[in-house]
Each structure stands twice: as C-alpha cells, then as structure tokens.
DNA sequence: TGCCAAGCATTAGAACCCTAACTACTCTTC
DNA sequence: GAAGAGTAGTTAGGGTTCTAATGCTTGGCA
C-alpha cells in the first residue's frame, strides 16, 4: 500500500552510497583514533590556522554548536588548542597542535585511500557525470528548503 | 600541503547530496512530527505488520540497538504497540497504531513530494545512470571495508 | 555618546548512531 | 535429555547532530 516502491526513490540510493561512504571512512580514520567529523575539522584547520570556530562549522557544513562540540573533545585531547583572538576578545582562534597535526596526516592517508579507490572505480568522463549529477541533486533538494 | 583538494573528493560530493536529501526530508516529515529514522521505521512497519525489532533495523539500515531507541520513542508516543510473540517469547511484535499509520502517511505524503521532486531533475537515462554510478559507489566502498 | 544589529561562543535538551557486552530464548545436534 | 549455535532484546557509554536560547563583543549609525 505504499505509494512509491524504495527502489524507486533515489534518496535511497544515495543515503545508501553515503552509508558506505561513512563506514569506509571511519575505518580509514581508525588507525589515527579520530572519528570522521573530527578528521573533517583537522583538516581544515591545517589549512586556515587560527579560523574562528563558526566559520570552521560552515566550511565542515554543520553547525556552530556541533563543531563547539567536535572542537571540545578534540581539545580534550589535545590536538587542538584555542586561544583568545587580539582585537576581537569574543573569538577563539583554533589551531593544531603538533599531535593534532600527526592524527590529521594519519587519518588523511587512510582518507585519501578511500577516495582514490573510489576515484578508480570510474572512468573520467563517469566520475564528471557522477559528479555533476549529485550537483544538481543538491541544487534541486536545496531549492526544495 | 593537503594532498587532495575537496572538490576532486568524490566522497563530498556524496555528502552534499546526502545533506540536501536529509535536509529536505526533514521539513517534509515536520506535519507529522516524525523524525526522518521515524518515518523509515513506520513506513517499514505499515509493509510489514508485526515485524521483529532486529529485522525492522536491518530493513532501515541501523544497527539493533539504535532502532530500540527509534521504537522507544515511538511507543512513548503511542505510534507503535509492542506485543510478546505467541512462540518466542523473546520477540516483540511491534504493529503501528492507527496515530502511527497517520503520521506515516503524512510523513510519506511530505517524503513522496520530495522524491518526486527529485526525479523531476532528471531524464529517464539521466536517472538510471545516477542510481548505477551510485550502486558502484556504495559497492566499491563495501567491499573497501 | 549611546543604541542596536551582527557575529561568535556556549549551554540545554532531544534524537540518532555506533560498538561492546550481557541476558534470554529457540532450535539443532550429539 | 543436554550442550552449543543463532537470534532477539536490552543496557551502557561515547560521539554527532540539530534547534532554541543566552551572553558577550564589536562596529555602525543616529
């Protein structure tokens, strides 16, 4: 009785590609004992030293309170620290610290393995189809809001 | 110094995707104040009547333990009845209650729109490639475990 | 100068999701 | 009949995620 079979519907094929995405990634993230948002956030901040933790949420597509959140368990072990920015006293500026480096680099290795296995499983012209067709997902479902 | 930018990750874009569906099924699942795992539950539970909880979570894609909290908070609220099972007495029969068939069909109702939606993006060829590039994706990545 | 909008950080509360571990029951096999 | 395998349910604990709400600082504007 229901109205739309679930092989129909191609959410469902995405949440499951996501699903896989998710668990290979976490495994790969294993070795450097960090979880994928956590490795998410290490390596963006090995690219913007010092950013704030709001524009950090953003770039990692979450909300502040859940990057407040990722950051606090991070910097309860230490690879990340947080200092008061100059000027602007309400901004904490977030940095690496040298462990918080190596995790990165570890987790980003296993990361990279994934993507390039799943980079190989396609020819060029099917990864830009792929690509360009969960784009215009995106759009279509954003434009939904 | 990162050793693949963002947008060559194939994986990010699976994200974005993922983000914008989870997103857009959310506001189309609030009328019936269900949650998305919510909807999936009930929408499982309509096809079939009775189902155990274990084998309810492996049709949802979660783990045991996580569709115990799903179906917690449903009976809480009166949208699923567990009963004993005749035979084994170890299994719980869980059965939507009336409320809960009419938060499902009002959630599918949001959940169909939505799909709809996003099937209206694309040509028959277009759709049929997104949904096997996709299968590669997931069975690449199961098979990377 | 003083007010106010904007942005950052944080807390609280709810829900989801996992692994690990334990308990209980059924069914098969010896 | 009894041991073991398999399945079901549950608890415990850690982590992520959201919305809503609060407090703080800064900078623009009257």
């Not at 495994?27 to 004992?33: D, L, N």
């Not at 390039?116 to 759009?139: D, K, M, N, T, Y």
Request: with cysteine; proline share 6%.
């Amino acid at each position: 009785m229901t109205s739309m079979p679930p092989e129909e519907r191609i959410g469902s094929h995405i949440k499951r590609a996501e699903q896989a995405l998710l668990a290979a990634k976490t495994t790969a993230c294993k070795p450097a004992a960090v979880t994928v948002p956590q490795y998410a956030a290490l390596l963006w901040l090995a690219e913007k030293p010092g950013i704030s933790a709001a524009a950090l949420a953003r770039l990692c597509g979450v909300t502040a309170p859940t990057m407040n959140t990722v950051l606090k368990n991070l910097h309860e072990r230490g690879l990340v620290e947080r200092t008061p920015h100059e000027w602007h006293r309400n901004v904490l500026e977030t940095r690496l610290t040298p462990e918080g480096r190596a995790a990165m680099e570890l987790a980003d290795a296993g990361a990279v393995r994934v993507e390039r296995a799943l980079a190989a499983a396609f020819s060029p012209e099917e990864r830009e189809q792929l690509v360009a067709l969960l784009g215009r997902c995106a759009e279509v479902l954003d434009a939904l809001k």
